[in-house]
C-alpha cells in the first residue's frame, strides 16, 4: 500500500512530531507509514484522512501486490 502522508503533511506544514501528537501515535509511527513499512490500523488511516481533510482512498493507495 502507498501513501502520500509526506507530501500531505508538507500541504499542512505539519512535522512528523506534529502530525503524531494529533493522531495519538510516536513519530516512528509516522516515519515507519511514510517508508511504506508499516500499515496503519482502519481507526488510525481515518485519522490521518479526517487531520487532511480528505478521504481515505485519497491518501492511501493499494498496489497490485495488496
Same mark, same amino acid.
Request: glycine residues 4%.
Given at each position: 500500500?502507498?501513501?502520500s502522508i509526506r507530501v500531505e503533511?508538507?500541504?499542512h506544514n505539519l512535522t512528523q512530531e506534529e502530525l503524531a501528537k494529533k493522531i495519538?501515535?510516536?513519530?516512528q509511527?509516522?516515519?515507519a507509514m511514510e517508508a511504506n513499512k508499516? &500499515?496503519?490500523s482502519t481507526? *488510525?488511516?481515518l485519522k490521518i484522512a479526517r487531520?487532511?481533510?480528505?478521504? &481515505?482512498?485519497?491518501?492511501f *493507495?493499494?498496489?497490485e501486490e495488496d
Open positions: 500500500m502507498k501513501n503533511r508538507a500541504i495519538g501515535v510516536s513519530r509511527t509516522i516515519n508499516y &500499515v496503519p481507526i *488510525l488511516a487531520v487532511f481533510e480528505k478521504n &481515505v482512498e485519497a491518501i *493507495l493499494l498496489e
